[in-house]
């Protein structure tokens, strides 16, 4: 089944303590990406890969890191956690040969807060 | 970054009713999407729009492209339970970025 795989669901984790929020496609997509949801304010991205080892700021990239080794994965990394990064995370991804045509599929969120 | 006004915020609708959301931009888009996220998901395609005045059926959701490029509207007829969730518009700009709206939530009341 085609799908984007986030984990973990849930992450409770205190300032400071650094954390990782794996992300896996199997749908052999180029184009990947990290988004955040807050109430009000929508979905917003952090940053974006086009293809492996090519990644690029978003709306929003403060405080955050991402890497692309492989094509499948794009983890994102928060170095050191602050309760402003609370929030709801989604992974998305879509193919780059389709471009506008190709919709994103997006993995079933990440729900972190940060003490 | 730029968001698109997508109204209402929220809807509290009685099962059965038709409902009415859009979207506008202060600049002309190349696309239109509409996505909707239901409890506990991520968001999925519902319809996608690459024509200007172009209106596209997906079973009981009917969404339009605006003629100026600069609006869409989705519309869902004879709600049913189902249908509650988080709807979000979405279009590329004159730069094919994706820009995103805030997104309208939709409650059916008991």
């Known amino acids: 089944e085609a799908q984007v795989t986030q984990n973990p669901r849930y992450l409770i984790t205190v300032t400071g303590k650094k954390l990782t929020v794996t992300c896996s496609q199997n749908m052999n997509h180029e184009y990947m990406s990290w988004y955040r949801q807050d109430p009000g304010l929508g979905l917003r991205q952090i940053y974006y890969s086009m293809n492996v080892e090519v990644t690029d700021k978003g709306d929003v990239p403060e405080g955050y890191k991402v890497s692309r080794k492989e094509k499948r994965n794009f983890p994102l990394i928060l170095e050191s956690p602050s309760p402003n990064q609370t929030s709801l995370y989604f992974c998305?991804?879509?193919?780059?040969?389709?471009?506008?045509?190709?919709?994103?599929?997006f993995g079933n969120g990440t729900r972190l807060t940060v003490t | 970054g730029q968001q698109l006004n997508q109204n209402p915020q929220s809807m509290f609708i009685q099962e059965g009713e038709d409902v009415s959301m859009n979207c506008t931009s202060s600049s002309i888009f190349n696309t239109w999407l509409w996505y909707k996220q239901d409890p506990g998901e991520g968001p999925v395609l519902l319809i996608a729009l690459y024509k200007a005045g172009e209106l596209t059926s997906n079973g009981r959701l009917t969404a339009q492209f605006g003629i100026t490029r600069k609006d869409s509207f989705l519309n869902i007829s004879a709600s049913i339970p189902s249908d509650v969730g988080i709807y979000f518009c979405?279009?590329?700009?004159?730069?094919?970025?994706?820009?995103w709206g805030a997104g309208t939530k939709l409650i059916i009341k008991p």
């Open positions: 979405a279009g590329h700009d004159s730069n094919y970025q994706l820009i």
């Open positions: 998305a991804s879509s193919s780059m040969w389709a471009a506008i045509y190709s919709p994103l599929h």
